[in-house]
């Protein structure tokens, strides 16, 4: 049988979309999403995006399988990258969507300049909601010591649905990302894991930002991690509540609301298209 996928990218974070509206589980295993994203052997990616069917009450439901088979509650970038899929197969310039995810619904609209604008909804910041064990269940999670790597880090956890640890440093480019990222991730205190973004403040609104991210390892990207570290910069004074979070494959601008709620704006490209 053969399987038609479209390829997208946010900021170089970079997804293989299938339109499974015909049925309301993935068409592939997660087995064969590792097939498929190996970047030797297969076509090359971060994840495979399934767009589902619709339930309660929502247009879409977004399931996404990562590049080692797990599968995240959610991906900002990918959802980008799902909308801007949706809307070409639409034949839509401009649409917002209510896409069922496994954090919750998500509201993204493409707006007439090509870029996408994302409710993320609102942020998790009690210890039991990420979850960690860093703190009493009840208590947030703000620069926090933890020992990973032979050294003590000021970290501050936060959950846009899927869980991530922030730290910040003088220079995100010293950061020996690959050796360490591991560590963070698999580390005991994070019982479901974890998305580590190590944050360098610019200027309180503009921050430069590397992550590893849980089960796909080093990004260029990273949608919910750019929103989680504003908002742990907003808790530790360090950040505006709105500013331009700059990545390695480019910048997302994040907004932090007074209603609490996380707005992200960035881009999302298809690159090219084909069948398996």
């Known amino acids: 049988m053969a399987i038609e996928f479209v390829k997208y990218h946010g900021l170089g974070n970079d997804f293989i979309l299938i339109d499974n509206r015909h049925s309301p589980e993935p068409c592939l295993t997660p087995e064969q999403a590792v097939a498929w994203c190996d970047r030797h052997f297969g076509i090359g990616a971060d994840g495979v995006i399934f767009a589902l069917p619709g339930q309660d009450g929502t247009d879409y439901t977004m399931r996404i399988f990562n590049s080692d088979g797990s599968e995240p509650e959610m991906c900002g970038n990918g959802i980008r990258c799902l909308a ?146 504003l908002v742990a910069g907003v808790l530790n004074s360090k950040s505006d509540r709105r500013a331009t979070i700059e990545l390695p494959g480019g910048c997302l601008e994040i907004e932090w609301a007074d209603d609490q709620r996380l707005y992200m704006t960035g881009p999302a490209t298809r690159v090219f298209s084909g069948k398996v």
């Open 84 to 229: 801007k899929f949706i809307a070409d197969l639409d034949n839509q310039s401009e649409a917002t969507y209510r896409i069922h995810t496994l954090a919750g619904v998500i509201t993204p609209k493409l707006n007439s300049d090509g870029q996408v604008t994302v409710d993320m909804g609102v942020p998790r910041l009690l210890a039991a909601e990420i979850p960690t064990t860093l703190t009493a269940a009840d208590a947030k999670v703000v620069d926090v010591p933890l020992q990973v790597a032979g050294r003590i880090w000021q970290v501050t956890c936060v959950s846009m649905g899927n869980p991530h640890c922030i730290t910040f440093v003088e220079d995100v480019a010293a950061i020996p990302l690959e050796e360490i990222g591991p560590q963070f991730e698999h580390d005991s205190a994070f019982p479901q894991r974890i998305n580590t973004e190590f944050i360098e403040v610019v200027k309180p609104n503009y921050l430069k930002m590397r992550v590893w991210e849980r089960g796909a390892g080093i990004t260029l990207a990273c949608g919910t991690g750019a929103c989680a570290s």
